[in-house]
């Protein structure tokens, strides 16, 4: 259950992302306690001509949550308010992080249906800025949001679903933290099942050539390519009727942590010392993991720990375009002079009905490039942005990007949409600020 302890005001000192590549001065930040002290902030703030933005833990690569003038931090707004098992939902507290919802509903016999491969971000944060996995059939966290509960710049508490204030239901599932503060999540889930993990090698080239039959044959299909090398790791996941067969403790601290993660901080930071090394290092990286298959409950096979630091740019294109976009994208690559250490992450999900969506009334795929944390990454970053705007491409909201409110008033459908209602919820912007004045406009 949520918590009872008392909120807390204080004098803001700089606040920076898990990146560290946004850097911001609010002027004070609020941790409230309860959905009263959050409305009571905000209506302070109001009161002060002062902006207000909640944030969570940070794991955005955009300004979506600087400040420079009261910054929210919902973290005493956690835990499970309520489990409906016949309706199928749950309703959580929006500075839950995911990895204690998935915690909570493993142990109530639950879980969501999909969710991405990270799990540090908290409910609000992760769906407000469209945070998603792969799959052919379930989509993003947000699509499986079946009612939110949000303080306007009013100060009032709304609630909204299909039925309820529909209108900004369908938008504020993924809001950018522009229409409001999220303060409860209702999320639609399901009893607890097993997936069965099929991880293995593949090159590129073949990847390509069956990506349409990897892509129908399996409910998860993602790979990972490795710039500088024609090799790809690939995963499938598809329910399985069991038994359960978790990774090996040995193979989890071998594959996962020694491999994933000590290893390749160390490889990334002499990559970042001695950029030549690079196309070496990806060479021998590239084939580091071997073929493995295991089943476990969704979120041991969906998630995994990522502590190797990185900036991160993701675009969506339309899932046809995703074989043309990646030659594209590996033709620069290896025309270019650049030195790429990550690997480049592709997921796919089906179209959605959420306004602001990557997803938006269209199937699509996803391409995430990376750069080692202190590397230089605006080079790459741009030539790989070129090539996906080429293609329509619509940006992750958290996650680095130079698009502007022109470009997406013709990339989303239902873009005016959304700014329409953002004008009537918000129309002196107390939930503004510079990023949001970007991308979507005054």
Not at 52 to 70: E, L
């Amino acid at each position: 259950m949520s918590t009872a302890q008392t909120g807390s005001t204080k004098s803001s000192e700089a606040w920076r992302n898990w990146a560290g590549n946004v850097v911001s001065r609010p002027v004070r930040e609020v941790t409230p306690a309860s959905v009263e002290e959050l409305t009571a902030a905000v209506r302070r703030a109001a009161q002060d001509g002062l902006k207000v933005k909640a944030v969570g833990t940070g794991h955005s690569f955009t300004a979506a949550a600087a400040t420079d003038g009261v910054l929210i931090r919902p973290q005493l707004l956690t835990g499970i308010r309520d489990i409906d098992r016949e309706n199928g939902t749950v309703t959580v507290e929006a500075g839950t992080p995911l990895k204690r919802l998935n915690l909570a509903l493993a142990r109530e016999g639950l879980s969501l249906t999909n969710m991405g491969d990270i799990m540090e971000q908290t409910v609000s944060g992760a769906t407000s800025t469209g945070t998603h996995g792969t799959g052919r059939d379930s989509a993003s966290i947000a699509a499986q949001i079946k009612g939110l509960e949000l303080v306007t710049a009013s100060g009032e508490l709304i609630t909204c679903s299909e039925k309820e204030n529909p209108e900004v239901f369908a938008a504020a599932r993924i809001g950018l933290g522009a229409l409001g503060i999220i303060t409860a999540i209702t999320f639609a889930v399901e009893p607890v099942f097993l997936l069965t993990a099929r991880e293995e090698p593949m090159t590129f080239d073949k990847v390509l050539a069956d990506f349409d039959e990897l892509h129908a044959e399996n409910e998860h299909f993602e790979f990972y390519w490795f710039p500088h090398t024609g090799n790809c790791n690939t995963k499938r996941n598809n329910r399985s009727a069991g038994p359960e067969a978790p990774v090996s403790r040995l193979s989890g601290i071998w594959e996962d942590e020694i491999l994933s993660n000590g290893l390749f901080q160390a490889v990334n930071s002499l990559g970042r010392a001695v950029p030549a090394t690079i196309p070496t290092i990806a060479k021998i990286s590239s084939k580091a993991l071997s073929a493995r298959t295991y089943t476990d409950i969704p979120y041991k096979v969906f998630t995994s720990p990522r502590r190797v630091r990185f900036v991160e740019m993701e675009y969506a294109v339309p899932r046809a375009a995703l074989v043309e976009t990646l030659r594209e994208l590996k033709s620069m690559v290896d025309r270019s002079n650049l030195r790429v250490s990550f690997p480049v992450e592709v997921r796919t999900a089906p179209a959605d009905d959420i306004a602001l969506s990557t997803a938006a009334d269209r199937d699509s795929a996803y391409i995430a490039v990376h750069m080692y944390k202190g590397t230089p990454y605006q080079r790459y970053f741009t030539a790989a942005e070129q090539i996906f705007t080429a293609h329509e491409g619509r940006p992750h909201w958290g996650k680095v990007h130079t698009r502007d409110a022109e470009y997406f008033a013709r990339v989303y459908p239902r873009f005016g949409e959304f700014t329409a209602l953002r004008d009537r919820l918000d129309p002196d912007r107390l939930f503004g600020n510079a990023y949001l004045r970007r991308v979507l406009g005054d």
